[in-house]
């Protein structure tokens, strides 16, 4: 089965930096689409980066210069570098796996497996 187990979330202040990672079992990790999804306060999901293959990478516009998605493909790792951390950048984030290659990047419903989430709060 697919599981996704995420660690590194904490509370930081605004202007910080966290590395979020994501340990992947049960599929194909080389090759795949994967994303990093986050749950704001107030229930709303946003696809913040996705990865595929190397160099091929989207991000969504609050975060784009600020975020870095990469993976290992060797160790079934996946990460979210996230420097200069605001305080709407808060949230529950989630690695997720996409069965599909293509189509809407940033449409959390296009990832089909998600793991358990990992907190990020950001404040002064």
């Known amino acids: 089965e697919v599981q996704l187990v995420e660690s590194g979330g904490g509370s930081v202040q605004p202007g910080g930096s966290l590395r979020l990672s994501c340990t992947a079992s049960?599929?194909?990790?080389?090759?795949?689409?994967v994303g990093w999804i986050r749950q704001k306060p107030g229930t709303s999901c946003d696809v913040i980066a996705k990865?595929?293959?190397?160099?091929?990478?989207d991000y969504h516009t609050s975060v784009k210069g600020r975020f870095t998605i990469s993976q290992e493909n060797a160790a079934k790792m996946m990460y979210l570098q996230m420097n200069s951390l605001k305080p709407e950048d808060t949230g529950m984030y989630y690695c997720?796996?996409?069965?599909?290659?293509?189509?809407?990047?940033?449409?959390?419903?296009?990832?089909?497996?998600w793991g358990q989430g990992t907190q990020v709060t950001v404040s002064s």
């Open positions: 990865y595929y293959t190397d160099g091929d990478t």
């Open positions: 049960g599929f194909v990790f080389a090759g795949s689409e």
């Open positions: 997720a796996h996409a069965r599909r290659i293509g189509g809407s990047w940033y449409e959390e419903a296009k990832y089909n497996y």
